[in-house]
C-alpha cells in the first residue's frame, strides 16, 4: 500500500520521450487500471482507443493543435509513441467523470511501471471533428461519445520531473 500511495506522490507528467515504443505487456497494465477505475453505476462508460500508428497520431496530433490554436506544427503530444483517446458514452449521466478516474488509473499505473504519461486535453473537440469520427468509426464505435481526454505515454527521455510545490490552503479540515 504504501508503494501506491508514493508512486500517487510522486507522478508528474512528462513532455519529452524517447521514440522507443512501449510493450503490449505494459499497454495492457494501463489499460486495465483504466478498466477497473470505479464508474457511476458500474455503467463502464469510458472506451479507450489506444493509437500507435504514426500517421494517425500526427493527423490527430494537428487537430489537437489546431483546436488549441497552437502554431503549426506544435506537437501537443510531445512525440510520445502511444496516445490513447478516450472517450465515454454521451448517454451516461457521469460520463465525463468516470473517463477521467479512467484516466487517473492509467496514469497512476503508467507511472508504477517506469512509463512517462501525461493527460492532453481537447478529446472533446477531437471527436466532434470529421477525423475523430473517423477514429471512432476505424475502432469500430457507433452511436454518440464525448472526448474525455487523451493519455500520453512513452518512456521518458530525461527521467522524471521533480516534485512540484503545492498552493497553500490546499485543504481545511472541518470537525
Not at 502511444?82 to 472517450?87: G, H, L, M, P, R
Not at 465525463?96 to 493527460?119: F, H, P, T
Not at 469520427?133 to 512513452?154: D, F, H, P, S, T
Request: glycine share 12%; net charge negative.
Amino acid at each position: 500500500m504504501r508503494e501506491t500511495v508514493e508512486d500517487i506522490k510522486n507522478r508528474r507528467s512528462v513532455k519529452e520521450y524517447s521514440k522507443e515504443q512501449i510493450t503490449d505487456e505494459e499497454l495492457m497494465q494501463v489499460i486495465e487500471a483504466g478498466m477497473n477505475a470505479p464508474s457511476g453505476g458500474n455503467r463502464q462508460p469510458a472506451v479507450f482507443i489506444v493509437v500507435q500508428n504514426r500517421e494517425w497520431i500526427d493527423r490527430l496530433c494537428a487537430l489537437n493543435a489546431k483546436i488549441a490554436g497552437a502554431p503549426a506544427g506544435w506537437d501537443v503530444f510531445y512525440g510520445a509513441p502511444t496516445v490513447i483517446v478516450v472517450a465515454a458514452d454521451a448517454s451516461s449521466p457521469d460520463a465525463v467523470k468516470d473517463g477521467s478516474l479512467a484516466i487517473g488509473n492509467m496514469l497512476n499505473a503508467a507511472y508504477a511501471l517506469g512509463l512517462g504519461g501525461r493527460w492532453i486535453n481537447r478529446a472533446d473537440g477531437m471527436l466532434e471533428d470529421e477525423l475523430g469520427k473517423q477514429l471512432l468509426a476505424e475502432a469500430g464505435y457507433e452511436g454518440e461519445y464525448i472526448g474525455v481526454g487523451n493519455v500520453i505515454l512513452g518512456y521518458p527521455a530525461n527521467g522524471f520531473p521533480g516534485p512540484l510545490a503545492h498552493k497553500e490552503n490546499y485543504y481545511k479540515i472541518i470537525r
